[in-house]
């Protein structure tokens, strides 16, 4: 299993952006998808997942009404669109495949105040 997770950066607080990460080496629809984060200084945590069929999502409550996640099947690709941006979302971010245990390299976000 590889994922590429992209589309981190640099934004002010309240700001926005869409992350990606590119799943291979498995079969994308089988497969619950969801984000993590690391922030400096601090362990791992879920931020949001989306089911096999798409059909059912879940949040953290610190995202929960800011962040959106979603899927493609055609792209086996799944996004995370974040609104709204605070400086304590500032954290690296990796995607992950349920019932796998790959991580890929994950996506840095800083969110400046």
């Known amino acids: 299993v590889q994922l590429q997770a992209s589309g981190g950066g640099l934004v002010q607080a309240g700001g926005s952006l869409r992350l990606s990460c590119a799943a291979s080496g498995l079969t994308f629809s089988r497969y619950a998808m969801g984000w993590f984060r690391r922030a400096p200084g601090k362990e791992r945590e879920f931020v949001a997942a989306?089911?096999?069929?798409?059909?059912?999502?879940y949040y953290a409550d610190s995202v929960k009404g800011r962040f959106t996640i979603s899927r493609d099947y055609a792209r086996k690709t799944v996004y995370l669109q974040m609104n709204s941006l605070k400086p304590e979302d500032t954290a690296v971010y990796y995607c992950?495949?349920?019932?796998?245990?790959?991580w890929g390299q994950g996506t840095l976000v800083t969110v400046s105040s």
């Open positions: 989306v089911n096999w069929s798409g059909g059912g999502t």
């Open positions: 992950k495949a349920a019932r796998t245990t790959s």
